[in-house]
């Protein structure tokens, strides 16, 4: 499996972007995860037959796949400067829903896309 991220950028905050994950949408489990330098990884969302979020983007960002275009997404609303990180997005098979937001549960990782918001 080969995932490519792409849809990073800068943004003003209260602004939006869309990442894309092509390469996902065969997988049961996609997540986002994001960092900061320096800072440890930090669970986003994931997409498992629902969508679970981080509680500082439910309602903000939303999760979604096209099984068809073999794409997830990630759209984010409101983004605010703590949101600037890069972000990764990576899949699995075998996730169990009480290990979605670990990394470690996920077998397969593209090489992370920047989104910076600025104040």
């Known amino acids: 499996v080969q995932l490519q991220a792409s849809g990073g950028g800068l943004v003003q905050a209260g602004g939006s972007l869309k990442l894309s994950c092509a390469g996902s949408g065969r997988s049961i489990t996609v997540g986002w995860f994001r960092q900061v330098p320096g800072k440890e990884r930090e669970f986003v969302a994931a997409?498992?037959?629902?969508?679970y979020y981080a509680p500082s983007v439910k309602g903000r960002f939303t999760v979604s796949r096209d099984n068809a275009k073999n794409t997830a997404y990630l759209q984010m609303n409101s983004l605010k400067p703590e949101d600037t990180a890069v972000y990764y997005c990576?899949?699995?098979?075998?996730?169990?829903?009480?290990?979605?937001?670990?990394?470690?549960?996920?077998?397969?990782w593209g090489q992370g896309t920047l989104v910076t918001v600025s104040s």
């Open positions: 997409f498992r037959w629902r969508e």
């Open positions: 990576a899949v699995g098979d075998r996730i169990i829903v009480s290990t979605i937001s670990e990394g470690t549960a996920y077998d397969y």
